[in-house]
């Protein structure tokens, strides 16, 4: 007997993982699969941007302590969106991502 082809797979997760990404989904009006899809996304952004694996695990680090940390009554995402917007504003944000993708080609050049 053949399965019939799907657009969707089952996969197991963590379950701290998906109660995660279902508090995250609540204030945006995603469901969990969809938050989960949305991470995923990102991740694929900041490795085709050029962010290295420390830069990376340095920023989720630094957010789980934000996260853990919080003792105001704000909601966390919005505090999360204004370190984003400051860093935009400010051209940080841009100027971290060049800085990481030149320095990666300049690995890659050495490398070869």
């Given at each position: 007997?053949?399965?019939?082809?799907?657009?969707?797979?089952?996969?197991?997760?963590?379950?701290?993982?998906?109660?995660?990404?279902?508090?995250?989904?609540?204030?945006?009006?995603?469901?969990?699969?969809?938050?989960i899809?949305?991470?995923?996304?990102?991740?694929?952004?900041?490795?085709?941007?050029?962010?290295?694996?420390?830069?990376?695990?340095?920023?989720?680090?630094?957010?789980?302590?934000?996260?853990?940390?919080?003792?105001?009554?704000?909601?966390?995402?919005?505090?999360?969106?204004?370190?984003?917007?400051?860093?935009?504003?400010?051209?940080r944000?841009?100027?971290?991502?060049?800085?990481?993708?030149?320095?990666?080609?300049?690995?890659?050049?050495?490398?070869?």
């Amino acid at each position: 007997m053949s399965a019939s082809p799907s657009s969707f797979a089952s996969v197991k997760l963590p379950a701290g993982l998906v109660t995660q990404a279902r508090e995250a989904a609540t204030p945006m009006r995603r469901s969990v699969a969809g938050q989960i899809e949305y991470w995923a996304t990102l991740g694929r952004i900041a490795e085709a941007s050029g962010l290295t694996i420390t830069e990376a695990r340095e920023a989720i680090a630094l957010y789980d302590v934000r996260q853990t940390t919080t003792l105001s009554a704000a909601d966390p995402l919005d505090a999360i969106e204004a370190d984003f917007v400051a860093a935009e504003s400010t051209g940080r944000l841009a100027q971290a991502v060049r800085q990481t993708v030149q320095s990666n080609r300049r690995q890659v050049v050495k490398a070869a």
